[in-house]
């Protein structure tokens, strides 16, 4: 819906000043500072806002939410950007180009073309995969990459996560709520899950660490999955391992190629950016979990976002004033 009391399209003729991509924390948190700068703001996309937060069933490292549901901050960093006249739309973004103008092209989906001087990136990532046998032809039927989306599925079974970083150890945590036995199957002998949430596993008695495991093949009858075929990475040695359910945490890769020119990024695809959040694209900035950083957290993408945001509305500045003459 079209802001009535929006300012009438600039002298570029840009509908826009500002498109920002994705509606995850930092998505959210980057349109709530846009439209306190009174930036001509849009927010794209594709499912409900919220991001990673509707992935994640509790967040306890948010300040001043001692616990909180993930889609309930969700919802709460939807209403703020909305009090501060956030745009946001269900349109999934296809391609961004900058054109020979210094204008941004952004399409989506439904055959839509939005255009600003400026974009911020905040698209995040999508959930690895294993890539190995079995591991298609079971997603869906024991095969998952959300546990608050799927976890409800495998009550009193005996399931698998696959991975050691926070994700793995924080959501085997949360599945022991519905499955009687947890298998933690990772590849080293530690985590690199933060040690809060390794505690948390530990002492969980639903939880048993199966170290040095490489899963090789999922397998399965025609009801769905059935046993995971692993090897011990230092012995070699194989074995089955009988689960009904798989969960994969092993790390996202961050949606980047949605910018069709070269972006300085990193060997894993992660953008590169200087303080202010811009990429080596000029007038394209990015935050959240696409970027290169120390660590993904709620936090951190908020934060990202606000400097974004914030130096979105200095080099709109900057760019009038060039204008300008
Ligand atoms: P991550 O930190 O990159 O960890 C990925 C894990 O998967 C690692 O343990 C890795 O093993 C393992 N792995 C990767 N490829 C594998 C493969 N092919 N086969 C088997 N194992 C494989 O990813 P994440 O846990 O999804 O977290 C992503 C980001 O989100 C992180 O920055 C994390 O801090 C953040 N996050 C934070 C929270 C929280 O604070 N509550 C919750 C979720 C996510 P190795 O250790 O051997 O490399």
């Not at 909180?68 to 919802?75: E, R, S, T, V």
């Not at 032809?137 to 024991?142: C, N």
């Not at 075929?229 to 074995?239: D, K």
Request: charged share 25%; proline share 4%; net charge negative.
């Amino acid at each position: 819906m079209t802001d009535p009391f929006a300012p009438p399209p600039d002298e570029i003729g840009t509908e826009f000043d500002v498109i920002i991509i994705g509606a995850g924390p930092a998505g959210l948190c980057a349109a709530m500072y846009c439209g306190r700068g009174m930036l001509r703001a849009v927010v794209l996309e594709r499912g409900i806002p919220g991001g990673e937060l509707l992935n994640t069933e509790k967040i306890e490292d948010y300040p001043g939410f001692i616990s909180i549901l993930g889609p309930d901050l969700a919802d709460k960093m939807a209403e703020h950007a909305r009090q501060f006249g956030a745009d946001i739309r269900m349109e999934e973004v296809t391609s961004v180009i900058r054109r020979d103008d210094a204008i941004f092209e952004v399409a989506t989906a439904t055959g839509a073309t939005f255009t600003a001087p400026a974009v911020i990136l905040t698209a995040g990532g999508t959930p690895n995969k294993l890539g190995i046998p079995g591991e298609s032809e079971h997603a869906g039927r024991g095969v998952s990459y959300c546990a608050v989306c799927d976890g409800a599925f495998f009550k009193g079974e005996t399931i698998a996560v696959i991975g050691g970083g926070d994700a793995a150890v924080e959501e085997a945590d949360y599945l022991t709520r519905y499955a009687k036995k947890v298998y933690i199957v990772h590849r080293r002998d530690e985590f690199r899950a933060a040690r809060v949430l390794q505690e948390r596993a530990f002492f969980n008695p639903t939880i048993e660490v199966l170290w040095n495991q490489k899963v090789l093949e999922m397998l399965g009858d025609g009801k769905g999955l059935r046993e995971l075929e692993l090897e011990h990475s230092v012995s070699g040695l194989r074995s089955r391992l009988a689960v009904t359910g798989a969960f994969v945490f092993i790390g996202f890769t961050p949606n980047s190629g949605l910018v069709k020119q070269h972006m300085d990024h990193d060997a894993a695809g992660y953008i590169i950016t200087n303080d202010r959040m811009e990429t080596s694209i000029r007038g394209l900035f990015a935050a959240g979990d696409l970027r290169v950083q120390l660590t993904r957290q709620v936090t951190t993408a908020v934060g990202d976002a606000t400097t974004a945001a914030i130096a979105v509305e200095k080099f709109l500045t900057a760019r009038k004033a060039l204008l300008a003459g």
